[in-house]
């Protein structure tokens, strides 16, 4: 099955872009060097474009990407700075997305090609990896891409990325497989070809075993840990002045952190978040303390139905929920319900301070744990993005490890049935 389904992919992504190509890629060196004026030039007005995109109500065409999309391909095929023609491909396959036969999809697959035609021995893709086709649903190119990666880079790093990568996107499809009706609802009312891309993604996953996508996620993690335990990720970093985060721009610099997890480090959390941390799996105890320098726990709310969220001070979408959680706790006020709160900082030297100060000012109305700088609690239960929430039934049980956020009328709903579920 496997096999047969790695077949149709190849076949699948060549009919939407030119074939890959089976020459080797030779070794790009990590030395940053100065980028080429006219790249910089380029850097710089698609800096502009996002500007643009931005006040403008992001439209398509506005996109930097849709804009600047053929001149990207061009650098990367043909410009004779190997940094300037991987940082053009890097830009399209990160910011690439849609359906097959749009614009964005050309660009993405196109960056993807020539990263592997010019580029599979570079170290930098594992700061990049992890942002294929953020911009969107791209899992039917997803894996081929991966796969393709692993079969012709000979650089241990970007080995241990891809496989990493490769090993959160089958798990990623395996709880898509899973939950596939209630995920699809959550995405009715998108627009309608993002709801196409749903509906394709859909399609693919009836092809596909559940018990083969998770059993191989489990042995690309494992592979990891025993071939690749010390190999580390390179990031990205700004290269010069911008408003604009350093993933939104075409030029970086790349930097290996010595505080930043392994590879290994990273699989092992995957694993336990595989193991510990999915619907049906007893919720891991949680210990730490309040605002107050009061320690409790999660076991501490046994008998209660708990909403527990992952959250950070300076975190846009995690107080954009606030509000809900707040309307939660009126509407169940007299009923076994809690809500609970894992607070980080992002912030080096952000003291619980900034907790206290959210509570008084009644932005949050419910016990949370301080977790400090990327903490220890987080960590553990491997947020990979926030704001992350959490169903907890009264018996302790993971229910709903992806409970709508911004639905308060769904979240209500939810919190109801596990309420009726101890009658």
């Not at 100065?34 to 006040?55: H, K, N, R, S, T």
């Not at 998108?190 to 075993?209: A, D, M, S, Y």
């Not at 301070?353 to 008084?360: A, H, I, V």
Request: aromatic share 10%; glycine share 6%; proline share 6%.
């Amino acid at each position: 099955m496997r096999i047969l389904f790695l077949a149709i992919s190849f076949l699948f992504f060549a009919g939407s872009s030119p074939a890959f190509s089976a020459e080797p890629s030779s070794p790009d060196s990590a030395t940053e060097v100065p980028l080429p004026a006219d790249v910089m030039e380029l850097a710089e007005v698609i800096d502009w474009q996002w500007g643009i995109y931005f006040d403008e109500g992001r439209k398509s065409q506005d996109d930097p990407l849709i804009v600047f999309g053929d001149r990207l391909i061009s650098v990367a095929q043909d410009h004779p700075s190997r940094e300037a023609s991987y940082l053009a491909a890097s830009f399209l396959f990160r910011m690439g997305h849609g359906a097959p036969g749009s614009d964005s999809y050309r660009f993405m697959t196109a960056g993807m090609q020539e990263t592997l035609r010019r580029h599979a021995d570079n170290p930098h893709l594992s700061a990049d990896l992890e942002d294929i086709g953020n911009g969107g649903l791209t899992e039917l190119v997803t894996e081929p891409f991966l796969r393709a990666l692993l079969s012709k880079t000979k650089d241990a790093t970007v080995r241990a990325a891809a496989v990493y990568q490769l090993a959160y996107h089958l798990d990623s499809l395996a709880l898509k497989k899973q939950h596939i009706e209630k995920w699809i609802e959550n995405y009715r009312d998108r627009p309608p070809e993002v709801f196409r891309q749903i509906e394709l993604l859909r399609n693919h996953l009836e092809t596909r075993e559940l018990e083969d996508l998770r059993s191989e996620r489990v042995e690309l993690f494992e592979r990891i840990i025993e071939q690749h335990p010390t190999e580390r990720p390179f990031a990205r970093e700004p290269s010069r002045e911008s408003p604009l985060h350093v993933w939104l721009r075409l030029d970086a610099k790349f930097v290996q952190r010595p505080d930043e997890p392994t590879y290994g480090e990273m699989a092992e959390r995957r694993l336990f978040a595989i193991r510990h941390l999915r619907e049906g799996c007893p919720a891991p105890e949680i210990v730490g303390t309040d605002a107050f320098g009061e320690t409790f726990r999660l076991s501490d709310y046994r008998g209660q139905v708990v909403v527990l969220m992952f959250s950070f001070k300076g975190c846009t979408p995690c107080a954009a929920i606030y509000p809900i959680l707040r309307k939660q706790q009126e509407h169940f006020r007299d009923q076994p319900v809690a809500v609970l709160t894992v607070m980080d900082s992002h912030v080096e030297g952000e003291t619980v301070e900034s907790l206290r100060k959210s509570m008084e000012e009644g932005t949050i109305t419910w016990r949370s744990w301080w977790d400090g700088y990327y903490g220890p609690i987080s960590t553990r239960w491997d947020v990979q993005g926030w704001p992350d929430l959490y169903l907890i039934d009264a018996e302790g049980v993971i229910r709903n490890p992806w409970a709508p956020r911004n639905d308060e009328q769904k979240l209500r709903e939810e919190i109801q049935a596990l309420l009726d579920e101890m009658d």
